[in-house]
Each structure stands twice: as C-alpha cells, then as structure tokens.
C-alpha cells in the first residue's frame, strides 16, 4: 500500500481528504484473522500489556515502551493513561492513552470510518488555532493506521486510529513538550497493538 498523506487547516480538512481519496492499494482486514502474531513490538519495548495489571477486559495486546508507566489516577477501566517514568506528578506531562471502541463500518470500509473522523475532528476545532493534518498507512501488524495530528501552539496531539471490524483502537499522544521519545513510545504502541 502507498502511504497517502493530507495537509491543511482545520476548516479545509474535510473537502480536502474526501478529494484525496483511498489509501492506495487498500482492501483493508480483519482484526479478528490477526490469530496469533503477537509480536512486532519494538525492540526497545519494556512490557507488553492487555490491560497493565489492573482489572480491565480491555481486547487487545501492545508494548508498552521502556521508561513509560501506566498513570493510575488518570486512567480508567475502559481508557489507560501512560506517562513517562518519573513524570507521573507533573501538572502537564507528556501522555498517552489507549482505549478500544465500537463503529459500524467493517474494516474494509475503512474509508467511511476515516471520512467519520475528520468530519468530527474538522467540528471539534471550528474556532480554533490549529493545523490538522493526517496520514494513512498499516500497522507492523498489518492492521489499517490513520494518524491525524492536530498542532497548536502549546502542544501537539496525534490520534492513532487502527481500524478492526467495526471497532477501533485509539491510541491518542498528548506531546507538551516536543519529545521525540513521546512521538516514538506512541508509534510503538501502535505497531504493536493486536486485538484479542
């Protein structure tokens, strides 16, 4: 599949991504055929994780990256907060969160999925400074990727939506401060992440 990419302000997003049409090549798979590739996460990887320890029935394996912790007090059981190690108080640390949700679009019908999100993000940022951009590939496990990075000033967030049969996973980067680390330990988890 040839990688697609878009750019553009918030406001453009939308009529633009529709124009850009499909992922190259795309025909788009099941979560459910991924029967037993559990690996493919990085090398730098510190644990792998289906629900961290705590008591969650979340569907889904990743790595989490070494040096990244999960945030007990922002977490949830249907969403886990990571932080880096050492950062867990900080009142605005670089984060990620994981957290799986439903749809009605199989995975070969990615592309209404993805039209999906960018009509809610371009609504959510009507107002606001930002620049929304995105980009559409597959995952080490083979599953469809949609990343979509929203910049503003103060912070930069990127959206990792891996796509299943009418599910998703979201894994969603909070960078505050402009660490490559953040941006790695998200794209780990993402490459790495297999549903159950």
């Not at 690996?39 to 394996?61: C, K, R, V, Y």
Request: aromatic share 8%; net charge negative; hydrophobic share 30%.
């Amino acid at each position: 599949m040839k990688k697609r990419k878009f750019s553009t302000t918030a406001a453009l997003v939308l009529s633009l991504l529709l124009l850009a049409g499909s992922l190259a090549g795309c025909t788009g798979t099941s979560g459910d055929d991924k029967s037993g590739n559990k690996d493919g996460s990085d090398a730098s990887a510190g644990q792998t994780a289906s629900d961290n320890g705590s008591e969650t029935n979340f569907p889904g394996s990743y790595a989490v990256p070494e040096g990244w912790v999960k945030a007990d007090k922002y977490s949830t059981p249907d969403k886990l907060m990571y932080v880096e190690a050492g950062h867990e108080n900080d009142e605005m640390p670089d984060n990620i969160s994981i957290e799986v949700g439903t749809n009605k679009y199989n995975a070969d019908e990615h592309e209404k999925f993805r039209d999906a999100i960018v009509q809610q993000l371009t609504m959510q940022l009507q107002g606001v400074d930002a620049t929304l951009t995105g980009d559409g590939t597959y995952t080490k496990q083979n599953d469809i990727l949609y990343i979509f990075t929203i910049s503003e000033e103060d912070a930069v967030t990127k959206q990792y939506y891996i796509v299943g049969d009418k599910r998703y996973c979201l894994i969603h980067l909070t960078n505050f401060t402009g660490s490559e680390n953040a941006d790695n330990a998200a794209q780990t988890m993402a490459d790495s992440f297999v549903w159950d």
